[in-house]
């Protein structure tokens, strides 16, 4: 020890930059171990947020895996027995977390719990059939809902893998219902489903931000599309570059925004002069939470998503 302290004094020259040395490498190693030290925090504090709210019609205990979007949606558009016309919207909030909602808990003004009046909101699962078999991001998300499988089957394993499986908007369209997918993400064509864009590039509607991929969906729900499928970025946009948490001012205005542009279609559906004899099914969902400035770790507020729904399901 004696010879490693004169050693560094050799190389720092005196005592006191040797003792700023020592400082400086203290606090790089707090800083790199501390978001680690402080997730059993934050996924108490998580946890609480949204137990407290009551809103949720299940816990952490009965997390309903996001694969099961897929064949709900699949129902409603092929074995309808309603009598009325099948429609569907789905629209994603991007990297938003579940325990953002307890702070819109106004049904007037929160398009989410407009939805879940009619039916429910609930808390689901990403990450994989078994906690750590997928990674906690963008594309294999989104890849779960459209596919109905996880990323051993359908081989999305990150941001930019190709689905070996049909979205579901693909093969609604290939079934002859007309079907739309809105976004900006280029990656949605450029590489996870750039074999269906090759061959359908009509159903692939991409805008350059948030408001034109709303102004694109309100179209298409004026211009009689059946299956209305959408992606709005700007939660994870902002989360990444001002955190993923509920006093994020940035975040929380990016999801209230979002909020907005759903109720703007939800007005647009129930204005439609055939409404009453349509059978609409409305989903909002997320595609994975976050932690900080990022995701893809299997921590809760990262792992757990959520959907509002508009109408009783059955999970198979």
Do not use: C
Request: no cysteine; glycine share 8%; hydrophobic share 40%.
């Amino acid at each position: 020890m004696v010879l490693k302290v004169r050693f560094m004094k050799k190389i720092f020259k005196t005592k006191t930059h040797l003792i700023v040395a020592i400082a400086l490498i203290t606090v790089l190693a707090v800083s790199a171990f501390l978001p680690l030290m402080l997730v059993p925090h934050f996924e108490k504090s998580f946890k609480k947020n949204i137990e407290e709210s009551n809103l949720f019609k299940n816990d952490f205990d009965s997390l309903i895996p996001q694969v099961a979007l897929y064949n709900i949606m699949f129902n409603h558009m092929t074995d309808n027995q309603s009598g009325k016309e099948p429609r569907l919207l789905f629209l994603g909030y991007d990297g938003l977390r579940a325990d953002m909602i307890p702070l819109a808990s106004n049904k007037e003004t929160s398009a989410i719990l407009r939805v879940a009046n009619d039916g429910g909101l609930f808390l689901g699962r990403t990450g994989g059939a078994k906690k750590g078999d997928q990674r906690v991001m963008t594309a294999p998300g989104w890849a779960a809902i459209f596919t109905g499988v996880w990323t051993d089957e359908n081989k999305v394993k990150g941001n930019k893998g190709i689905s070996a499986k049909d979205p579901i908007f693909y093969t609604f369209h290939t079934a002859g219902i007309d079907a739309g997918f809105y976004y900006y993400w280029k990656n949605f064509h450029t590489h996870n489903y750039k074999n269906q864009y090759a061959s359908a590039p009509s159903i692939f509607n991409r805008s350059e931000n948030d408001n034109l991929v709303t102004n694109q969906m309100l179209s298409a729900i004026s211009g009689n599309t059946s299956a209305i499928f959408g992606v709005l970025d700007r939660t994870d946009y902002y989360g990444h570059r001002t955190g993923f948490n509920n006093g994020g001012n940035k975040y929380r205005d990016s999801f209230t925004q979002s909020e907005k542009d759903a109720n703007r279609l939800i007005d647009a559906i129930e204005a439609r002069e055939t409404y009453e004899n349509e059978d609409w099914l409305i989903i909002i969902a997320s595609d994975h939470g976050g932690y900080l400035l990022s995701h893809g770790e299997h921590f809760l507020m990262i792992s757990t998503v959520f959907f509002a729904i508009n109408k009783e399901f059955e999970i198979n």
